[in-house]
């Protein structure tokens, strides 16, 4: 009886210190690590990444926080090689006197172009978060990113290119917001040098 009074109060501890969150180190916490790892990266092998990476990729970023989960997005994913290279053809023809127009996809195999929903006004904010778990789960699947806000001008401020923007099939009342590139880094850029003087502690008396 006594031993059995001790072996349940072993799993009683057991299971409640199994059950509380531990507090890691920063250095040795992997959530942290990816954030501080990842990188923008401009230049892509020419390696497909399979769909079922790519999905798993797309479950992260369909559980992004999002106001009232309104979810006010819409995605397309581009992986087909030839539909890509016929898409950056027409942005350079659109746009013959900017020499990065037609490689405004830095050579990503893959493009994810995410749309906003314009009858809900923080929208654009609940795609960035989302663009923002994209990157950081590719990151930690060993896959490049790099969010890009030009390809989004370059589709829609020219009657040329809007075929293609048709083609990507958005719902009535959805509007291209942001591109996420793909695919698998040919560099390893260094960090750039980030600015914690922007960032500072508040505090007051209360009268």
Same mark, same amino acid.
């Given at each position: ?33 990816? !954030?501080?790892?990842?990188?923008? !990266? ?9 769909? %079922? ?8 970023? !369909? ?21 890509? /290279? ?72 020219? %009657? ?30 260094? /960090? ?7 960032? /500072?502690?508040? %505090?007051?008396?209360?009268?």
């Amino acid at each position: 009886m006594k031993l059995n009074t001790i072996l349940a109060g072993i799993c009683l501890i057991m299971a409640v210190s199994c059950g509380q969150p531990k507090k890691e180190n920063s250095m040795n916490n992997q959530v942290i690590e990816n !954030i501080m790892a990842r990188r923008s !990266i401009r230049q892509f092998k020419a390696e497909p990444v399979d769909r %079922e990476t790519l999905t798993e990729i797309m479950k992260c970023g !369909i559980n992004a926080p999002n106001g009232q989960n309104k979810q006010s997005w819409e995605v397309r994913i581009v992986d087909n090689p030839q539909l890509l /290279a016929e898409i950056s053809e027409a942005i350079g023809l659109a746009h013959p006197g900017n020499d990065f127009a037609k490689t405004c996809f830095r050579g990503a195999p893959v493009m994810v172009f995410i749309a906003r929903d314009l009858s809900y006004d923080f929208s654009a904010y609940d795609c960035g978060l989302m663009a923002q778990n994209i990157m950081l789960s590719a990151w930690s699947l060993g896959v490049g990113s790099i969010c890009l806000g030009s390809p989004v001008r370059f589709l829609t401020d020219n %009657e040329l290119c809007r075929p293609y923007l048709e083609k990507l099939n958005f719902s009535d009342g959805y509007e291209l917001a942001l591109c996420v590139g793909l695919g698998y880094a040919d560099e390893d850029p260094e /960090a750039k040098p980030r600015d914690m003087g922007k960032v /500072a502690f508040v %505090e007051w008396l209360a009268n």
